[in-house]
């Protein structure tokens, strides 16, 4: 679940660089569809306050309509609820801005009707650093599991003699993940090499 990655929102980011959140948003949001993560993307007062979800998040799902809603907490909105419900999956991963109320609400939320929860640190953000590093706190001791975005694919990848999503995979770290996507370029174009070979 994808949580107001909106202008409004990242206006007032702090805790971490918006156009390093915006990267790490597509990269996640990549991932996910590539493999094939059922996905839900949230608003909050998109016409009336915070503006359109970012526009690299929906030309990831240009199907998918963002759920808008008043509720600080997405998990209060019933069309959210019955949506993540009608999966039927009992774990869930999440990301937001701002860390510190529509992200922590929902994971507590969550965590309450007994969801296993990870939440994506580095594709959330909050308006000062101690504001997300409390509410990060908050969500581990709540039994929450944190992530950054590269570990999840990675996750999802798990084993690199798995070439179903191979290619799709280092695409999104060539694009996405810095160093380590510059070093899989480099791998390929001195000598050929790649992952799990």
């Known amino acids: 679940m994808f ?3 909106q202008p ?7 805790s971490h660089d918006v156009d390093l959140v915006r990267n790490n948003t597509e990269a996640l949001a990549k991932a996910a569809k590539v493999f094939k993560v059922p996905t839900i993307l949230t608003t909050v007062s998109a ?18 309509k963002p759920i808008d ?21 009992k774990r869930i991963v999440m990301a937001g801005l701002w860390t510190e109320v529509c992200l922590v609400d929902p994971v507590l939320s969550a965590l309450d009707q007994g969801f296993e929860v990870y939440f994506i640190s580095d594709a959330s ?35 690199w003699k798995d070439q179903t999503h191979y290619k799709e995979v280092l695409d999104i770290a060539k694009e996405h ?11 390929q ?3 050929s090499g790649g992952e799990g070979k």
Do not use: C
């Open 3 to 5: 949580i107001d990655h």
């Open 8 to 14: 409004q929102m990242a206006f007032a980011l702090k």
């Open 47 to 64: 016409k009336s306050f915070s503006g359109p979800i970012f526009p690299e998040l929906q030309a990831v799902f240009p199907d998918l």
């Open 69 to 89: 809603r008043t509720t600080m907490n997405p998990w209060e909105d019933k069309n959210v609820t019955d949506k993540i419900n009608s999966y039927g999956k």
């Open 125 to 159: 953000g909050g308006v000062s650093d101690e504001a997300h590093d409390m509410a990060v706190e908050r969500m581990i001791q709540a039994g929450a599991k944190p992530m950054t975005w590269l570990q999840y694919m990675l996750e999802l990848q798990r084993d």
């Open 177 to 187: 993940a810095g160093a380590y996507g510059l070093g899989t370029l480099y791998a």
């Open 189 to 191: 174009s001195m000598f």
